[in-house]
């Protein structure tokens, strides 16, 4: 594999950055492939060096916080997503049921965390990472299929001494939807799915 073979795969793998964050990351790496070059590695060695382009994407996705683009107009839509059930635990940790239309790429569902009843964000990232972010904190786990929807169960402590929220969205061919705990067909964002510590 060349470095523009490298580059290309990674900026593949990162699109979900904004395109200044991917930019700043593609030069960081490539000024660091040529620096190790000029040190006297080989390319390929170099290359070697920065580990595998999926792996070297994880880790720098878990790393970046999503933002949410203001101009896009979420639609409430419960069929499409939702939070269909969520609980604390005996053991303190806070459970989300979330549905997802069945084979989702979990990249394009974005969750916010929030930090209170009234919705403030704590953070925002892909679902797809989240579980990944901290793995201490959070986990996701597939659960199951009805055959039109998956669901997933979100397990997360609290980030917060006052509890915490999730919401949901998720862009697809047929439109843009959320779930923020508010009545269908609504493109104002609700508060989100709160539950108290």
Known sequence: MSKTEFMNDLSQKLDKLTQADREEYMSFFSELIDDKIEEGYAEMSALESLGDAEELAQTILTSVPVTLNPKTEYIENHTVIDCTN??????????????????????????????????????????????????????????????VSDYYECLTKSYDKAGIGIRLYLTTENGDFMATDISNKSTVKGNGYWLSA
């Open 86 to 147: 969520r609980y604390r635990d005996g053991e303190n940790l806070f459970r989300f049921t979330i549905k997802t239309p069945r084979d989702t790429d979990l990249h394009d569902v974005i969750i916010e965390i929030t930090r209170d009843y009234r919705g403030t964000v704590l953070f925002c990232t892909n679902l797809k990472y989240f579980g990944e972010s901290e793995p201490q904190q959070t986990s996701l786990v597939f659960e199951r299929t009805d055959g």
